[in-house]
Every structure is written in C-alpha cells, then in structure tokens.
C-alpha cells in the first residue's frame, strides 16, 4: 500500500470484510473506488444507490448473439463490494469496476482457452492459513480470527495482514502437492474462490493473470485520469500481484492475446440466499448467508453476546410458527449453553457451531427434522432481493413484469402453493402465465396435487418456486418475440414443425390450449394431422390419444375451441381400435406393464369423448355368455347398428377390448401365425375388467372367463398376470361377487408349492393395491368358508331372487338419480334391464 493506492484484499461475502472495508473507506476518504467486477457493469452501477435496489442481487451480462452464454456477479448486503459501492455513491466519489471483461471472458471460453466458472481450485488459502495456526477447521478459525475479531485502532491493519499472508501463499514452494490446504481430488474447497483464487496451485494460472494485468491497466488509466487517493476492493489472492506493478508494456504484450470480445448486455437481476449458498459462479458459494447477514448486523462481541440472544431468539419464533412448543426459558438455555461451548471450545465467542448444537439440543429436544426447518430458513435463508424498474432490460422482462404486477404474483425464493379456479378472471389469467412460461422453459410454476377432493377441470394446483437463473431464459426467450404470449405463440409454432413423434405433438397440442395460445394452434393441427395420418405404431398413438382428448376439456373452463382436435381424436381411436389386438400379442412383462397403463388412459379417454360427442341412444350392447350353436360364435357381441357417433366409437372399443380378452393365452400350433401370438395374462384380465366395469360383460361370463384363465391349461405365471389386470383398479369385486372369489380361492389352493413361490411377489403386488378394509373382508370370508359356498349376505343367508316389478319401479328413478334419462319403451319381456356400474356412476358424477 502506497499513498496512491490502497488494495483492500477481501473475502467474497464475508462480513467482516465488509465491515473492514467500511471502516477503511471512512478512515481514507478516497476520490475514486475500483471493485473487482466486470466493467461494461459500470454505466448501470449507480443503480445501486436507488432506494428500490435491495440485496441480494447480481449483475448478469450475457452475449448478444448467444444469450445461453451468461455469467452472474451476485451481491449481498454482508458482500465487501457491495459496501465499496454503497460508500462510493454516497460520498459522492467515482466507482469502475475493473475486472477483465465479460465479454472477453465469454470469448476465451469460446475458444477453450480458459477454465469455466465454477471449477475449483486445488488451495484453499484459509485452509492454509488455519492449518498453519494448527486448527483442523477453517471456517470455524476464519470466524474467530476475522468475524468476531474486535475493531482495532487501525482500520487497514487487517489488510495488511491478509496481503502478507496471500503474498506468501502465491509463492510456488507453498500448496504444492501433500501440502497442508491441498484438497484432495474430487474434494470440493469452495472457500479459495471466494479469495479470488482459480484452478491451479498457488501460483497463478493463466486466466488470472490476463486478470491481474487487465486490472493493473485500469489501476494506471485511474491514476492517468488524475486520481491521487484510490482504493482497490479485490479478492485477497489478487492483492500481491496488483501490489507488484511490473511494467506496463509486459502487461500489455500479456493482454494482446486475448481474442476479440464478444459483444454483451449487462443489468441487474434480483438474486437469493438460497442461491448465495450453491458452489457456483463468481465467488462459489457460503454455506450460511443468513448467519452472514447476522454477523453484519451484529458485528464483533455483540454477534456472541446480545446478538446470540437475538439469533437463538429468531430461531425460537420459527419453531414456534410451527407449533414446536418453544418458550422464552428455553431461548435463555439455549444461549447459556451456546456460551458454555464457546468457553470449553475455546472460542472468542459462540459461533455457528456452537449455535445450532445449543438449537439441537434445547430447542428442537434433539429432532434433526426441527433442526433442518432452522438450517433452510434462518442458516442459509429466504432473502429474495429487488432491483428498481429503471434497471435495463429485455422487452420480453419488461412484460413479464407487468404481468406480474397486474396479476399479483410476486416472485419469492421460498416455495409456495397455488390453488387457482380457472372461472375467476384472475386466477385464469395466471394460469396462462404460468402455462405459457412453461411453454418458454421458465418453470416458475410446476403442477402440485391438489389439497382440495375436486374433479373438475376448473381447479388447477401449482407449486411456485422463483430461481434467479429465470432472469438468463427470460433472455433466450427474448428472441422469439418481446411480449409473453408472442414469444410462447412463435415457440410452439416452431416447436410444431421439429417434433419428432405423435405423442410430442399431442402434448404440444394440449399445452397450447391450456396456455391459450390461439394463433399457434393451425401449425400444431396441421403437423398433428400430417404425423397422425403417417404413424402405424398402435402403441405410439395410445400414448397420444389420452393427451389430446385432456386437451378437448379445456374449451369448457378456458372458453377455447377445441373443434378441430376432436375429429384427429376420434381418427386416432379408431386406428387403436384396429391395431390395439395385435399390438398386445408378444409383448414381456414389462412391455406389457406399459400396455396396461396405456390401455387404462386410452379408455378412460374413449370414455371422455364419448360424453362429448354425445349420449348413447341404447343400452350399451352386453358380451353374452355362450349362446347355441344355432345362433352363431360364442362370446358374440350384439349387432345392432349405432345410432349415434358416440355409440359407434363405443362399439368399436368394446369390440376391440373383447378381440383382446378372448386371445389365448399362448399361440397354438394352428393358426399362431394369423393370431400374432400371445397375448399376457395381464392385459387379457384387464380388458374382462374394463368390459364388465362397463356393463359390456355380465358376471357370469365375467366368472366363465376367470375359470378358463385359472384352470390347469394356463401356466401359473400367465393366470397370475390374468388376476393382476382383472384387480388393478379395486377388489372390491370379489366382496360382491363370491363366485369370482370362490374361484379364485381354489385356484390359490391348487397352485403347486414351486410354482407359488415364483408367485408370490406377483400376488403380493397385486393385492397391495387392494383396500385394507376389502383385505380384511376377503380374509374373513376365505377363512369361514364362505367363498365355496357361494354364500350371498354378510350372515351368510342365500341370496333372495330378484323381484323384476320392484325393480323395473325404482330403475328410472335410479337414472335420474345418476343423471341418465330412462328410456320411455318399456323393456322387452324377459329382458335383464342394464345397471349402471362403479364407472359409469363416476363418469355421471
């Protein structure tokens, strides 16, 4: 240090840096300030001083033409820089940063010239410097000599320490391997780059040097602008070779390699503690920002003493907040014991350690989970800064921004859940935000369950969580248009004519209704319709199907015309329809637990546009039980012509379900090669399911078809697989029907002892998705009996036969009830009148 210059060698984020540089500052009164920063920073940096800038917040420059290539410089209010430049403008005094250009950084990155930023360098200098005083912990000999140390008489005596001992780290006989503060590989050691130190050993590597000499340049261009009195504000480590000052023509000839800068924009952008407390970018990470923030503002004895009451006090009002029974007894406990192991430790004044053991064990009762709550939001902390509208933007931020204001959804580190009513005017509106960032890569918003038992698609849950990263793809999205909807509406275009497959056009399709982005739809159509009309894989169009009729509910809520997908919905169906049967034969046990899944949404979507389309007419047609050979094949399904689209597309689906259910469960030596082969037990079982669930298929062929899965002629893993389907969805069937449980209790019985074994984890499987209370039901009745004897009450009595008059009486009010109309024909004599099943009863309601 001269009477010229002052270099001011910091910790990045470190407290008591900041408050020696303060304190330097006011004992020097300087008439220019230099900061370690990227100078195209220096036209926005008197931003600072607006009273809507709070931190935490960061610089972010970004290339032009490449806007993925970004960098941030975050600041917090503990951050020595951010003090420097605070003073500065205040005291009215000029303040660069000078640091070696964004631009050109992002240029030597380019040309793979230079580490990228946030690798780690091999020394950690406090490492180093505690080891040398014989304490194993750097952190905690960093507080004591530094954080809690007593202001002294000479505000630049702590630097002058700090360059001596930097001047000695950077000489090549120290840190070299096996030295005390080399960190093993692999290991990380974030706390060097918050000295300024870069890969590398002690010595200085290559991009610190072109650093180094850019900075030495600006220092003398500050001096040739007539600066008699100027303070340097860097990284420690870069103190001794600013300190150095060779010739300039040696710096120069070290600069003149650098390759052309790229061209930047620089702003502010509003940063987080939680993001301070990640290993990444300039200055890596601290472990605790919130106890930072604390020591800021309770420096030297009062961070121990008043101000541990403060902090074990703040702590105490979390806990509270979550109902942990926490009274003032245990806050004066707490700190007595906080202050009883600084003493035994022999510490200046009780420290983090020494804070969150005396939390553990007097506040949180010894609870880790407690513990963790105190760790997130005191330790590191849920600052979310703010910068003030007149920082620079891109157009696409600045609308962004209004609609945040206009729809009241205010960005916040901390996460949070949103339940919206899509028939509000507001809340529909922050869906289409929330959609339409999604659309941009900005995952603001992620879909949450919701706390609410509602199945309408007027409710929608989302999980808010705000990441500053947001700030870079707001920029990347800027090239698609300057406003939200724009943007969204020329991505998804675009998107529409690279998709590679069917189901990522369906999904696009649904996305861009739910974010109602009207002038994108004509190029998801036509690129949907042109791949629908190509795509021959059945199980790629099952995957398709259920997104695009998902997307045919929105026009209800959202007031949006979904017309024009309902004819490319039902094409899809019927292709499925056609090629589901033998896109099922072959399959293993995985490819057919996917088929499963599949074939569940693909009709469950069948079912939705059936109520779109329209009511049946009739009653659905039932799978009968073998009938005489004079009245045609056995199993057949009734022949009586739709009458309605929605009845066609039903009878098609039944139709293609009872194909697959009637499949063999092996391929037999005559005609294999016609049928396609097997087709597992598990999808058979399931489409009996769906058809009886229905009322496509009555009990009794229901039970029939139970038999011949489970008689002696299946293979035991295949009859298994049949089970599994049949039950996937409630077992509440075997309670109602004790046949089916009968014969699914002597089929157990009869499993040899090898076979059921290999069984078991199957069985266990499938009975796991099984209530508890249908469990216990099942339990009881197999152990009485019960299912053998066919018995048809709870008290076992037989059960009564059915009185028709009763029941045709109380039928149409029954459909009434259920939101159907009765038919005004009366049945046909004889005739069994159809009831509404389980899922016709949901699908009503």
Known sequence: MTGELTLLGVRHHGPGSARAVGAALRALEPDAVLIEGPPEADPIIALAADPEMVPPVAL?????????????????????????????????VPVRFIDLPAGSSFALRATGRTPEDGEEPAVDPVAVLAAAAGNGDPEAWWEDVVEHRHPGADP???????????????????????????????????????????PGACAAGRRDELREAYMRQQIRAARRAGHRRIAVVCGAWHVPALAAQPAASADRALLAGLPKKLKTEITWVPWTHRRLAQRTGYGAGIESPGWYQHLFDNPGPAAGGTGMARWLTRAAELLRAQDHPVSPAHVIEAVRLAETLAAVRGRPAPGLAESLDAVRAVLCDGSEVALALVREQLVVGEALGRVPAAAPTVPLQRDLTRLQRTLRLKPADAARELTLDLRKELDAGRSRLLHRLRLLGIDWGTGARSAANSTGTFRESWRLCYEPEFAVR??????????????????????????????????????????QLPAALPAVMRALADRAALDSDTARLTEALPALVRALRYGDVRGTDGGALEGVAHGLADRICVGLPPACAGLDAEGAAAMRARLDAVHGAIKLLERRTGAAASAPAAVSAPAPAAAGPAHALAAAPPSTASAALAERWTRALDALARREPRARAAGAAGRGGAVPGLLRGRAVRLLLDDGRLDAAEAARRLRLALST??????????????????????LHDPQLLALLDGWLAEVPADAFVDLLPLLRRTFAAVEAGVLRTVASRVATGRPAGGAGGPSGSPEQPLDQARADAALPTVLRLLGRHPSPEPPPAGARPWIPRQSDRRSAA
Do not use: N, Y
């Open 713 to 734: 002629a299946s293979a035991p893993a295949d009859a298994a697989g049949w089970i599994e389907g049949f039950l996937s969805g409630g077992g509440a069937l075997l």
């Open 60 to 92: 972010l420059a970004h290339a032009v033409e490449d806007p993925a290539r970004a960098a941030f410089w975050p600041f917090a209010g503990f951050s020595p820089e951010w003090v420097a430049i605070r003073h500065a403008l205040a005291a009215g």
């Open 474 to 515: 707001v920029v990347e999205a800027a090239q698609w248009g300057s406003t939200v909807e724009e943007a969204a509406t020329a991505k998804v275009a675009a998107a529409a004519g690279r998709a590679a497959d069917l189901p990522a056009l369906t999904r696009l399709a649904e996305q861009c209704l739910v974010a």
């Open 156 to 198: 630049l005596a702590p630097f002058a320490a700090v360059a001596a001992a930097m001047a000695e780290l950077r000489d090549p006989e120290v840190g070299t391997p096996g030295s005390p503060g080399v960190r093993p590989e692999g290991q990380p050691a974030g706390r060097a780059a918050r000295f300024g130190g870069r």
